[in-house]
């Protein structure tokens, strides 16, 4: 401490002044970046874990295990392996004045998926959206390669000498469990509106079908008149209802998660379970709030080394 005092004492004045202005932001950020994690933590702590089909509308937390979207299973567009989220980057090395070993990475190309992910647990399914969230992979991981697609790949710690770009994938896998925190609310289907789209539908196929239309043609005139074309409303509507008893359909509500802009509570989406993430964020909080007492002693003991 008694050289750091010494160094202080032999600032100028106006670099003195640019040391307590740089040394009181460190400050402030270090302890507002404390909260930031420490906040995440009290979220996590204080939020009940929800069962998906029993949720109440607003700001909830789930466990459950993440699943394909069937109509559109989704793949890593580096390594091709199955997912329900990726974050992507490829970048290529350049070299400075010609030395390899002064070298920096600049990014040519990154992509993150906007697919929707579905969650699962015992009591139903819900759907994630994954923008705009904080999202905490299950799998992380880089290597090299001499082409901007990659094609093999180098691994190793020979690798990042040799190679000339650099891929990093981020993935949330299919089958594995997930944790989320975030506004839940429930989508409710209008099942008047559906049964009017169906029947409507079916009208529709049968305009273009000739022989369907004759047989609505009740006195053989070949004109589909008003009572006629009542009739087959009723035998559509119907077929309709009759479907809507035999078939299988889809749940008449649809659950989702998602961010809410007007709230400044975080939205989290994780394959590491709410445990361990909670713990994470508590030590980087209070890691950062020990740096953050630190800085403010060399702040104090600065100013008051001078007049």
Same mark, same amino acid.
């Given at each position: 401490?008694?050289?750091?005092?010494?160094?202080?004492?032999?600032?100028?004045?106006?670099?003195?002044?640019?040391?307590?202005?740089?040394?009181?932001?460190?400050?402030?950020?270090?302890?507002?970046?404390?909260?930031?994690?420490?906040?995440?933590?009290?979220?996590?702590?204080?939020?009940?874990?929800?069962?998906?089909?029993?949720?109440?509308?607003?700001?909830?937390?789930?466990?459950?295990?993440?699943?394909?979207? $069937?109509? &559109?299973?989704?793949? =890593?567009?580096?390594?091709?392996?199955?997912? /329900?989220?990726?974050?992507? *980057?490829?970048? #290529?090395?350049?070299?400075?004045?010609?030395?390899?070993?002064?070298?920096?990475?600049?990014?040519?190309?990154?992509?993150?998926?906007?697919?929707?992910?579905?969650?699962?647990?015992?009591?139903?399914?819900?759907?994630?959206?994954?923008?705009?969230?904080?999202?905490?992979?299950?799998?992380?991981?880089?290597?090299?390669?001499?082409?901007?697609?990659?094609?093999?790949?180098?691994?190793?710690?020979?690798?990042?000498?040799?190679?000339?770009?650099?891929?990093?994938?981020?993935?949330?896998?299919?089958?594995?469990?997930?944790?989320?925190?975030?506004?839940?609310?429930?989508?409710?289907?209008?099942?008047?509106?559906?049964?009017?789209?169906?029947?409507?539908?079916?009208?529709?196929?049968?305009?273009? $079908?000739? &022989?369907?239309?004759? =047989?609505?043609?009740?006195?053989?005139?070949? /004109?589909?008149?008003?009572? *006629?074309?009542? #009739?087959?409303?009723?035998?559509?509507?119907?077929?309709?209802?009759?479907?809507?008893?035999?078939?299988?359909?889809?749940?008449?509500?649809?659950?989702?998660?998602?961010?809410?802009?007007?709230?400044?509570?975080?939205?989290?989406?994780?394959?590491?379970?709410?445990?361990?993430?909670?713990?994470?964020?508590?030590?980087?909080?209070?890691?950062?709030?020990?740096?953050?007492?630190?800085?403010?002693?060399?702040?104090?003991?600065?100013?008051?080394?001078?007049?």
């Amino acid at each position: 401490m008694s050289s750091y005092l010494a160094w202080v004492e032999h600032l100028s004045v106006g670099g003195y002044r640019n040391y307590l202005l740089v040394v009181l932001f460190i400050t402030l950020a270090l302890l507002i970046a404390g909260v930031y994690f420490i906040r995440r933590t009290y979220w996590i702590i204080n939020t009940p874990t929800s069962k998906i089909a029993s949720a109440h509308q607003g700001y909830i937390e789930i466990e459950g295990v993440a699943k394909q979207i $069937d109509s &559109a299973p989704l793949a =890593s567009p580096l390594s091709g392996d199955a997912c /329900v989220w990726f974050w992507v *980057e490829v970048a #290529q090395k350049e070299n400075k004045f010609g030395d390899s070993s002064q070298s920096t990475w600049r990014r040519v190309y990154s992509h993150q998926s906007d697919q929707l992910i579905s969650v699962q647990d015992e009591s139903g399914t819900c759907l994630v959206d994954p923008d705009l969230a904080h999202i905490h992979p299950g799998l992380v991981r880089n290597w090299y390669g001499d082409s901007e697609r990659p094609v093999g790949g180098l691994m190793g710690a020979g690798a990042r000498l040799f190679a000339n770009y650099r891929y990093t994938e981020k993935l949330l896998l299919a089958d594995h469990p997930i944790y989320v925190l975030g506004w839940f609310k429930t989508i409710t289907h209008d099942a008047y509106q559906a049964e009017h789209e169906s029947v409507k539908a079916l009208l529709s196929e049968w305009k273009s $079908d000739p &022989a369907k239309m004759k =047989s609505f043609d009740q006195d053989g005139n070949g /004109v589909i008149d008003g009572q *006629e074309w009542h #009739q087959a409303r009723l035998l559509a509507q119907k077929i309709t209802q009759e479907q809507r008893i035999t078939e299988t359909y889809e749940p008449n509500h649809t659950h989702v998660i998602g961010a809410n802009c007007q709230s400044r509570r975080p939205y989290l989406i994780s394959a590491v379970d709410q445990t361990t993430l909670a713990r994470r964020f508590r030590r980087w909080g209070y890691s950062l709030w020990g740096l953050s007492v630190l800085s403010f002693s060399l702040l104090m003991n600065a100013y008051y080394v001078r007049p």
